[in-house]
């Protein structure tokens, strides 16, 4: 097995997570969430001032259908802790209809995050804590001395190298 990049927020990690492997597939979830994250810095850096805004959202722990095929006994434990098709929805919805204004919100999330942990806010709460609907929230980036600005635009570069394309912005 090959060696992994260990710094997400270098160019070389991004190139290499971004390539399909069946080896790795499972462990590629956890990079995908964070590059949904940079990719809405990226865009709101790059084409902001041309009145696009995009924000990144968070459904939460949902019991939806894709655990169809898991054990019946775990999936009615979901459906005691995990939030119905509908909550799970509340994000995406208020991302797509909300007008923020000239907030910079960049993140929502469905939990009440009551307790602040080390400087970020408390991680089993942003996976499966109080419902409360959406709220807008920082997102946890890497610690790359530009709160992530610099790990997007590695982000942003390995993209347009493996899609064969560039786009115009800043």
């Known amino acids: 097995m090959e060696a992994t990049p260990h ?8 190139k290499y997570v971004a390539q399909y492997n069946a080896e790795r597939s499972q462990s590629s ?25 995009s924000i990144a959202v968070n459904p939460g722990a949902v019991n939806s259908d894709i655990w169809r095929n898991t054990n019946r006994w775990l999936v009615k434990l979901f459906g005691l802790v995990y939030l119905t098709s509908a909550q799970g929805c509340s994000t995406s919805v208020a991302a797509a209809t909300q007008d923020f204004g000239s907030n910079d919100v960049e993140y929502l999330q469905p939990y009440y995050l009551p307790t602040k942990w080390m ?17 807008i929230t920082k997102p946890r980036l890497p610690d790359d001395g530009t709160n ?16 064969g394309c560039e786009f115009d912005g800043k």
């Open 29 to 53: 979830y956890t990079p995908s969430k964070l590059a949904a994250l940079l990719f809405t810095l990226e865009l709101n850096r790059r084409y902001g001032d041309r009145g696009l805004r």
């Open 148 to 163: 992530g600005l610099n790990t997007a635009k590695h982000l942003w570069k390995a993209s347009e190298e493996l899609a």
């Open 7 to 14: 710094q997400p927020h270098s160019y070389e990690y991004w």
């Open 119 to 135: 400087g970020a806010a408390f991680p089993a709460f942003e996976m499966l804590g109080p419902y409360v609907g959406w709220r």
